[in-house]
C-alpha cells in the first residue's frame, strides 16, 4: 500500500516540492557492494537538469546531489541509500495570483479538492522537478544494473513533436546527444528545432512521444500476473507528469494487424531463441524475451502557456490565467532521462525479484 | 502491486490455471455491510463468459461463481472474500505437441525460461482465463461502490477492430449490448460482423482498442506520485492479457496538441468546476476532477491461428505450429468487461484510500 | 504485513470461516519446481487437527487440504497456489444466544465496533479454525525449504502449561509426538495430564508457552530495519489466536541480565564463527547470526469456559454467558503446528528475500 | 512491513547510519491539514537525545530536526514529509579495532555476513541513532492524532531495571519525568540509581522493561487476521535496537491464567461497554475494546561494555574486545520515548486504515 513509492525489492520513495529546502530519493532494496558516488548520479542529473539550451526552462538549478545514507567508502551497504537535492532557485516570486486561481491543465485544482490546501508556490509537489528524484534513484539503478547485469544499455530519444515524427529509416543513435531533443534523427531534430521556435514565440506549447529501449536484458524478467515487466513499465512511464499515454511494442498500433502479422516468429540462433520480429516489444505474458524491451510513451503539451485560457478561482469565480514564468515549450524533452531512469529502475527491481523467487532455477531451451 | 495482488487497500489477488479445477479471487479490504450474493457476480461473469456467440471461443463453461467467505447473510463482512470459479470443461486432449513446442505470441516460451517448467496446458496460467477471477471481483467492487458513491457508472465498448473505427457521432450507448461487439456505434458493428467473419475464414485474427468510461467520479480520487489514478488504470489495463498500450484522455495523440489546444478551460457551474473539453480524460496530476474518467487500451491479435507459423521446440530444433482449437478470433471483444471490472477496482480501491489519507478534509471550490 | 496477507516476497493470504463453506490459503511468490503433493500437507494438517486426543476439540474435521492451482505434475509452478480446506463439520446449532450476547475474551465485541455486524457462528473469521489455513501454507513452506535450505529443521513443542514448566534439563526430542501435548520432558507431561484433567473438569481453562526452535538457519538472513527476522517472527506468531507475548532467545528474561552475563562470546569453529551461548535466539540486529533461532509464545486460556460469566448483549444489556460446546481445554496445545508453520513461512521468505537483494555478495568470515 | 519501512497507509521509511551525513525518516500517507513546526517535533527529539543525565551516553547531539517536504504554512499538504536530522558529533576516531573485530552481543558480525561489507563506524546502520528518525515521525503522528482522536494520550515509562521492579501499587505518572529513568515509582527510580552506579562502575550494562499505555483508543482499530492491533504492535517494538520481547495486557504470565481469572467480563456503562478487568490490554481479536492498550518490551543490556569478552575478527581469528567509548550502562532507558513513538505511529496507521475501509460503518452497542 503505497502512494510515494514505486517497486517490489528495490523500492524507491520520493519526497519534496518545487520550492521547498530540497527534495529526493530514498531507495530501499539496494544490493549491498555496487560501486557509487556522487559525480556517477550527477552525470545523469545533468542530462535533466534546466536551463540547457533555449528550449528547456531558464531556471538555473544546479541540481547537486548529495549521498546521505547507505554509501560507505564508495560502496553501497545495502541499507537506505537517501539521495538529496537541494532546491536553491527558488527566487522570491509573487505567488498571489496562482495562490487563488487555478492553472488550467495543472494539477492545481485537484490538489486543492483532494487535500483541501496546496503549495502554490510553482506546484508544490505536482511540479516536473520531482523527477529529479527519479534520476538521481534512476542513476543508482543503472550502477547497480552495470555490476549484476552487465550488457544491459538504455536508451532513451524523442520520436515526435507535435504531429512531425522521426524517421526510424534515419535513427542513428550517435545523434542522440548531439542536438536539444535528443533526437536520433538530425533532419527531423533540424525541423523541430524551427518548429519549436514557431510555438515559443506564439506563446504555446506542444506535446511529444518518447521512446525507451532497453537492450541486453535477459530473458525470464517480470512476474505476472499483476507484477508483469510490461504493468510496471505501464505504471512507470504513466507517473511521469504529463503522460497520457504508454505503449510497449506496437502498441496502439497492435489494434491494426491480423494475428498472421503480429506473430513473432522464433527460430534458433546460435545462442538461444531469435525472433522475426518485435511486435511484442519483448514482453510475452509479462516475462521479457530477450529481445529489446520496448517502451512509448506521450507527454501533453506544456500547460503552462502564454496565452490567455479562463479558469476560476478558489472561491469559484469566473476569471481568467497567463501563466508567466520560466516553461518549457516541450516539457517532453526533459521527459527522456527521466524515462530512461525509470526503466532502469524497474529492471533492477525485476532483476532482483526473479533472482529471489526463482535463482537458478529458470529454463534452458536445446540446454 | 505485487505478483498476484492488485490494490492499496482494496487488494484482489488471483490464483488458478486454465485447465485445474478451479479458479478464483481472494479480495481483502471489502468494506462490511455491502449487499451481495452470487447471482450479483454472476451477471457480470455471464458478460465475459466464453461461446455466447461465433465471435468468442466456443469453449463451453457456465463460469458459476462461489463465494466461499467473507459474506454473511448476504453481506460482506470486512473479511476476506473468496470468490471461486470451477474450470469443468476440461475437455481431454492431446497437448503433447504445445506442451513441446512454444506458440508464436504466447507466453509459452517466456514462462519456460522463467519457470524452467510449465503447465503447457491452453496456456495455464498465462491463460486469459484468468480474467474470469477479475470479473468476479469486478462484481464485488460494483457492489461497494453502488453503496458508497452511487453517482458512479462505469462503461466499456469496442472502439476499433483492426484499422476499421467505430464513429463518435454515430455513439449510442443503448447499442452497446445490442451486438456482439459491445459497440456503441451500430453500423461499425454491422461492418465489423462482416470483416471477421472473413478474417476467420482465413485462418486469421485481428486486434481491437477497448474504452472504459467511469462516469460520477467524485473529483479527488488518486494518491500521487506513484499511486497516481492513471497510473494504476495504466497498470490495470495493461496487465490485461495481450493489451499493449493504455491512453488516458487524448492518450497519445496528446503528443499532436498545443498547449492552446490542449487546455481544458474550466468555468464555474451550478455544482462545481465545468470543464470546456475532457482532454485529460478527467485526471489532472493523477487526481479525478469529476469529469468522465477515460481510459482506452489496445489488445493485439490471438495469437493462436490457424496458420502455420515458425517456432521451436523445447529442446531448441526448429519447427512449425498451426495452434488449432477453440480461439477468439478478436479476443479483444471479450476484454470489454474485463476493462470494465479492472476499473470498478481500482475506482472502490481509490475512494477507500482517500477516505482514509482524507476523510471529509477535501476543498470545496466557492464553499 | 496487510490484512490478511503476511510476508515479504513469499506472501500467504488467508481467508475463509469456521462455519462457512471452505477455508484456506493463497500463496504467493512459491519458487518453482518444488516438489509437493496434497499428502505431504496433509501430513502437517493432520497434527493441527481437531479431535485428536481427550485434550482437544471434539470437532471432527477432516481438514482434507486440496491444492487448487500453482502446482502441475507434482511440482510448483512459481505461479499462485490456492489451498483450500472444506468445512464438513458444520453441525447444526442453534447460535441465537452467541449472535445475541458477546462472549468475554472472544473477539465478538471488537468486530461488531469494527464492522458493524459479524458471522457469528463459531466465531467466524476470528476462529482458530483460520490457522489451518497457515498449517496448510507452512507445509508448502517446509517443502520448499527442504529444496532450497536442506540443513534447517523447524521444531515446536510446549514449555509451560498454567504455572508449571518443562525442564529443559529433561528435554527429549523424540518425546514430542509421544505425549498429547508436544511436551518434550515426559514427567512435565504426565503432570500436565493430571492438571487438565481438573481443570476440565470444573469447568475451566488454562494457557500455555510454546516453544518454536529452527536449527540449520544460515547466517544472513533478515532484513534490517523493520522487516528484521525476529521482527517479522514476533507479527507472525502474535498474530496467532490468544497469543499474548512473543520471546526471541532470553525474550523478557533479557531484562534482568548484565552484560556480562548476557554477551554470546564469539569463537572460530571449523565451519565458522561459534558462540559460548545464544542469549540472542540466534539473531543479531534482526539477522540470523547462524546458531538456532528461538522464538517463545504465550497462549491464553480458552476463553470458552463452562464458567458463567458477566457480558452484554448487543443491545446494550447486561446479562451472563456459559460458553457450551466443543472447546479445547488448552488451546495452546494445538498452536504447536501453527508456530512451527509461522517459521517455516517466515524463513522461507526472508530466504528469499535475501537472496534477490544480497544474491552470494554476502560476506565469508575467515574467507 | 518491508525492509526500511513501516505502516499500511501512515508509512514510515528511516535512513541513515550513526556516523553518517544525517538519518531521517520518509513519512507516506500523512493526513493533510496537520497543524505542525520543527519544534513540536524537536520536543519530542528532546527526551530521546543522548546526553541529557549520566546515564545516558555522553554523544552530544542537538538531534535538530528539520522538515524537508511535505508541510506548507505551518500544515501538512498530504504529501510524503522529508524529517532531517544531521549528525553533528562525529568525533574522529580510530575505527581500525572495531572495522577488524565483531563486537559480541552487536549487530557487527551478522551484517557483515549478510551483505559482504559493513559501515563499522559506530555500528552503522544498526546503531540505535536510527530510533532518533522514529520519534520524529512520532511527533508528526501524535499531532494527528491530536486532530483526529483528540481523546488518546501515550504514556511510556521504564517498569523493570535488571531484576528490580517497579511497584504498580506506587505508580504516580507525574513521577515519570521527574527521574532519568521516565520511572512512575520514585522510590524505585532512587534504587535504580544506586543499582546503576554501581553497575557503570565495574564496567557492566543492564536489561529493561519498558511499558507503553495509550488512552482513549476508540474500539475498533486493528485490521485482521495479519494487521492485528497487537501484531502490529509487536512488530513495531521488536523493530527496536536490543527488544527480545513484547507483550500485550499480561503476556507471558497470560500463560499461568486459567480461563475464569483471564476473563475480562463485560457490564455496560454509561458510555459503553465496561471491564471488570483488563487482562487483554485493551485488543481482542486484534482489535482495540476501547480499554487502555498496554504493551510491555524487555531490553538486553548494552552490549558495549567495558570488560573484555572473547570474539573474531573478520580473517577468522581468535581475539578479546572491551568495547570503549561512550554507551549507555541501560539503553532501555532511552527506548521509552521511542516505545511511545511506535505506539503513535501504528495507532495512527490502524485510525486511517479503520477510517479507509469502514468509514462510518461500525457497530454501536445498545444504539
Known sequence: MSINTFGHLFRVTTWGESHGPALGATVDGVPPGVEINEAMLQHWLDQRKPGQNKYTTQRREPDAVKILSGVFEGKTTGTSVQLMIENTDQRSKDYSEIAQKFRPG??????????????????????????AARVAAGG??????TQLAPGIEITG??????????DPAKYDLAQIPQNPF?????????????????????GDSVGAVIEVVA???????????YGKLDTDLAAAMMSINAVKG??????????????????????????????SSNHAGGILGGISTGQEVVVRFAVKPTSSIL??????????????????????????????????????????DHLLLHRGQIGD???????
Open 106 to 131: 495543472h494539477a492545481d485544482i485537484t490538489y486543492f479538492q483532494k487535500y483541501g490546501l496546496r503549495d502554490y508556490r510553482g506546484g508544490g509537489r505536482s511540479s516536473a522537478r520531482e523527477t
Open 246 to 275: 504508454v505503449e510497449i511494442g506496437d502498441g496502439m498500433a497492435a489494434a491494426c494487424l491480423t494475428g498472421v502479422e503480429n506473430a513473432d516468429e522464433i527460430q534458433m540462433g546460435p545462442n538461444g531463441p531469435e525472433y
Open 157 to 166: 530519444y524523442m520520436v515526435q513533436m507535435g504531429p512531425r515524427k522521426a
Open 215 to 225: 537492450r541486453g536484458v535477459p530473458a525470464g524478467l517480470g512476474a505476472p500476473i
Open 307 to 348: 496565452t490567455t485560457r479562463k479558469t476560476i478561482t478558489v472561491d469559484g469565480q469566473n476569471t481568467d490565467i497567463i501563466t508567466k514564468g520560466r516553461h518549457d515549450p516541450c516539457v517532453g524533452i526533459r521527459a527522456v532521462p527521466v524515462g530512461e531512469a525509470m526503466m532502469a529502475c524497474i529492471l533492477l
Open 140 to 145: 543508482l539503478a543503472r550502477a547497480a544494473l
Open 361 to 367: 532455477a529458470g529454463g534452458k531451451i536445446g540446454g
Open 182 to 202: 535528443w533526437c536520433p534523427d538530425a533532419d527531423t531534430a533540424e525541423a523541430w528545432a524551427e518548429d519549436l521556435d514557431k510555438l515559443r514565440k506564439s
